[in-house]
């Protein structure tokens, strides 16, 4: 802390987790990000500039597939005030046209591209903040009906899955709650709290970068791989320890490995520079080109570097 760290600006940041807790109203929870968010399964996004159909224009919708083709098939969402489609659309359009919502997270769960089941009602829930809430006490994401149901009902302040007390909705009560399911061993509340000391001021956490590498740790050896992505950052930009490229391109290779596309785009960079492993151009082909098919820009920007560095390095190397 306090010391200087140089950040790249040429690779992938850690996401910053958001708040995890509350129950007064449906809360925050998934990645929000510090830098441009890629395109996902289930984020939000604004179509742009579409010819074929320019009454689409402006309007949200949310992410459904991303193509082989390297189109995105988008679900229109519901035009208030023009109300021009009565059901819900699915269009397949090109990235360019989408412009990314900042705000909206994406599903909690980037490995799991698959809708959940909210544990009390049994229904299968798209994972948005408009369609269903986060429990810091058990980590259960419930659906907004069951919610509801719950406020409304004789016993509105527990929790509607564990039926622990929600009555404390203060910084301590939530974090406590947020601990004391990372001391059991819960993946996600593990990188929550990483996160919470890594950037520091959310439930008062003073922010301590070493803390961080340690929770960090614990939530991606249970598997949490965006505990792993900000694990490598750590290590490659020297927060919370020294700088150790090795390290950092091992905790990428586990994001990329898991398929959480800004390790993908990190372990691709890692292999064109050689940082931290061999410089390897096929395989940093391998992972840009694929972290670029899943929507990744930066990932985009440098295999057209790439290219570039591939020609430079094929005039230098011709002999004669
Ligand atoms: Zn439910
Ligand atoms: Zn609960």
Request: with cysteine.
């Amino acid at each position: 802390m306090g010391k200087k760290s140089k950040k790249k600006d040429n690779a992938q940041t850690k996401q910053k987790p958001v708040n995890t807790g509350g129950v007064a109203s449906p809360v925050l929870f998934g990645i929000g990000g510090h830098c441009r968010p890629s395109i996902a399964v289930g984020r939000y996004a604004m179509v742009l500039n579409l010819k074929s159909r320019p009454e689409l224009n402006g309007d949200k919708c949310i992410v459904e597939k991303l193509l082989k083709s390297g189109r995105v098939a988008v679900k229109m969402c519901q035009n208030e005030i023009r109300k021009t489609y009565s059901e819900p659309e699915v269009i397949s359009v090109s990235p360019l046209k989408l412009e990314m919502i900042w705000d909206l997270p994406s599903r909690s769960n980037p490995n799991n591209d698959e809708d959940e089941i909210c544990p009390v009602c049994c229904d299968t829930v798209l994972i948005t903040n408009e369609t269903c809430s986060l429990f810091a006490c058990c980590g259960a994401r419930i659906c907004n009906q069951c919610f509801a149901r719950c406020c409304m009902g004789p016993d509105p302040d527990r929790c509607p899955f564990c039926r622990s007390s929600t009555k404390d909705t203060s910084d301590e009560a939530e974090i406590a709650k947020i601990r004391a399911r990372a001391n059991r061993g819960d993946a996600n509340a593990c990188y929550n709290l990483g996160g919470y000391y890594d950037f520091g001021g959310k439930f008062g956490i003073q922010q301590d970068q070493k803390k961080a590498r340690e929770w960090y740790k614990i939530a991606t050896l249970k598997g949490e791989v965006r505990a792993a992505q900000n694990l490598g950052c750590c290590h490659r930009d020297g927060e919370g320890g020294p700088i150790d490229l090795v390290e950092a391109a091992k905790y990428f290779r586990i994001a990329a490995e898991g398929g959480y596309v800004p390790g993908i785009t990190n372990l691709g960079i890692a292999y064109l520079y050689g940082h931290g492993v061999k410089t390897d151009f096929q395989e940093a082909e391998k992972w840009l080109k694929l972290g670029a098919k899943r929507g990744d820009q930066m990932a985009a920007d440098q295999l057209m570097q790439f290219s570039g560095l591939i020609n430079a390095q094929r005039i230098h190397f011709t002999p004669y």
